[in-house]
C-alpha cells in the first residue's frame, strides 16, 4: 500500500534514502576505500557504449560522464536509435540501463549489440528479467519495487549504482572523495526531503506556460530528468537544455510566463558559465528558480533557491533531481493530475 502517503510517487520520493542505502551496502568497502565488483568478473573496458530510454537514459549520460573523468570513451544512445545505426562497437563494453529489464528498445539495442560480438551488462532493478538474464552480466540496483509510473527512486538508484560501476572498473584519483560523499547522500537526501521549499515554488508557478531546466556538466542530465518529470505527470510543456545551448535557440521561448530552474553546483568555470546564462535569461524577465549548493552568486540573479549541501558533484546531481521531483509531484498535484498513473503511459513499455 501507500503507507499513508496520497500517491506512490511521492512514497517512492521519500523511499530514496533507503534505497540508496541498499545500493551501496555490500559494494562499497568504507575501510578500504574501494567498491568490490568482484561478483562480474573481471571488466576493464576500453570504451563502454550505454544504451537506455526514457530516465533511465538520462542515468545513461550520466554514467557515460563518469567514464569520460575515468579517462574511458564512453557514450550513452537512446536505445531506439542505436540499433538504426549501430556505432563500431570494437571491444567496448556495451551497457543497458534500464529499471525494469524489459524495455523493448534497450533490449534490442543490447541484442543488436551482443550480435556484433560485444559484451553486454545491465543496470536493472529487476532480478530475473529479461535483460538480466540476457546480458553478460548484471549489476542489481536494488531500489525495492517501483509502483508509480514515473521512475523517482530508481533514477537515483541508478545514478548511485553507476558511480559504483565506475569506481570499481576505473582507477580515478578521487575514489575516497566519491566514497565519502556517496556514504552521506542518504542523509543529506533526507533533510532535502524534509526540507526543500520545492511546494511553495511549485504553488506560485502552476499555472506557467512552460517550463525550463538547465544544467551544465554532470548537471546537464539532473536537467533534463527535471524536465521529463514535468511533462510525464503534469502534463505541461518542460523542456531540459545544455546551458550552453540556451542562445542556440531556446532563448527565443523564454518569456515572464517560462520560469527557467537552473541547476549551479561547485563554483568552478562550468558553474560561472551557467550562471552567465541564468543571467540571460533573468534579463528576458524569465522566473529564475536556481538549484544550487550556494558556491556561486547565483542567488542575485533568482527569484528563488532550492538549497542543497556543498558535496561532490556527483552527489550533488541526485541531490538536485530529488527538488526537481518534489516541484513536478507538487505542480502535478496542485493541478489534479493523475500522478501515478499519467495519461498514454505506461510503466514497462514493452513494444518498440
Ligand atoms: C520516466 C519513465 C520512462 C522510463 C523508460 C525506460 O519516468 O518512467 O521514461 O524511464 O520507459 O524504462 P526502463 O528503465 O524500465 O527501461
Redesign the pocket.
Known sequence: GKSGYDHYMIKEIHEQPRALRQCLRERVDEMAGTVDLDDLGDLSPTGVQFV?????YHAALYGAHLFREAGIPAQAFLASEYATSVPPIGDALVIG???????AD?LSALRAAEKRGARTLVVTNVVGSTAARECDHAFYIRAGPEIG???SK?FSSQLAALNLLTLGMTQGDDTREVINALRELPGDLQRILDESSAEAVAELYQDAGAYFFIGRGLQFPVALEGA??MK?ITYKHAEGFAAGELKHGPLALVTADTPVFAVVIGDDEKARKTVGNVKEVEARDAPVVAITDGQTDVHRYADHVLQIPETHPRAAAVLANAHLQLLSYHTAAKLGRNIDKPRNLA???TVE
Do not use: M, N, R
Request: charged share 15%; with cysteine.
Open positions: 537506455a530510454c526514457g530516465t533511465s540501463v534500464t529499471q525494469s529489464g524489459e524495455t534497450t509510473v514515473a521512475a530508481t521529463l518529470k510525464e510503466k514497462s513499455v
